[in-house]
């Protein structure tokens, strides 16, 4: 079934430890999202990628980094984990550079920082 | 820039009652409007969308929305709500140039009694 493909589903991480969180599409997408959901205040974009080999900030950006090596993957990464990075993270992708589609998302991976 | 309010974070409703969730945006452009649903450890799925045409747009399980530009809002109805319905819904709001960001709200938990 095409669709978004996260990893892991959820992960207990110390604080201070580095983590990679997965997302590959099989849609052939050109643009990919990162966001956190957080109860009340809904979701918010962390990094974006418009297409591959490009990447930029979303609104919540800080103790993030992302890649876009090719199409298909858009790995979020945690340099150094800290507890306010608990949350629930959606990777989504979009077929245009407008949104008339709408955005598919993944499942989600559930991070506890402790 | 764009921005999504919902107007009530949760909303009980008896089975086979109808529903109204209420959302209203804030743009300076035109915009594209969208519904999600997130069923409990789900990712978001699309509800439907209003890009342009008839202010009136029918979407997936029976439910409708109404673009209204004079009220900026886009209301979401169903005439009579199911058990399986229970689940948070999100309004999102987009730009329509090119890489405009879709900007979703803080959501509204909809619980369908018995």
């Known amino acids: 079934i095409a669709g978004i493909t996260q990893a892991p589903t959820s992960q207990i991480l110390a604080a201070g430890r580095r983590m990679t969180l997965r997302c590959t599409q099989d849609?052939?997408?050109?643009?990919m999202y990162w966001y956190r959901q957080d109860l009340g205040l809904g979701l918010r974009l962390i990094h974006y990628s418009n297409t591959a080999g490009t990447t930029g900030k979303g609104e919540v950006p800080d103790g993030y980094s992302v890649s876009r090596a090719n199409t298909d993957d858009f790995p979020l990464t945690l340099a150094s984990a800290v507890p306010s990075q608990t949350s629930v993270y959606f990777c989504?992708?979009?077929?245009?550079?407008?949104?008339?589609?709408?955005?598919?998302f993944g499942s989600g991976t559930r991070l506890t920082v402790v | 820039a764009q921005s999504v309010t919902q107007l009530d974070s949760q909303v009980p409703v008896f089975e086979e009652a109808p529903v109204e969730l209420r959302c209203n945006y804030s743009s300076s452009v035109s915009v594209y409007l969208f519904w999600y649903v997130q069923y409990p450890n789900q990712g978001l799925q699309l509800l439907l969308k209003?890009?342009?045409?008839?202010?009136l747009v029918k979407g997936i399980n029976g439910f409708e929305a109404e673009f209204n530009k004079s009220q900026t809002s886009f209301h979401l109805r169903k005439p009579s709500v199911h058990i399986s319905d229970t689940a948070e819904y999100f309004c999102a709001v987009s730009g329509k140039t090119s890489y405009d960001k879709v900007i979703f709200g803080p959501g509204t938990s909809l619980s369908v009694i018995p």
């Open positions: 209003y890009l342009s045409g008839s202010t």
């Open positions: 849609m052939r997408h050109n643009a």
């Open positions: 989504a992708s979009s077929d245009s550079n407008r949104a008339t589609g709408g955005y598919t």
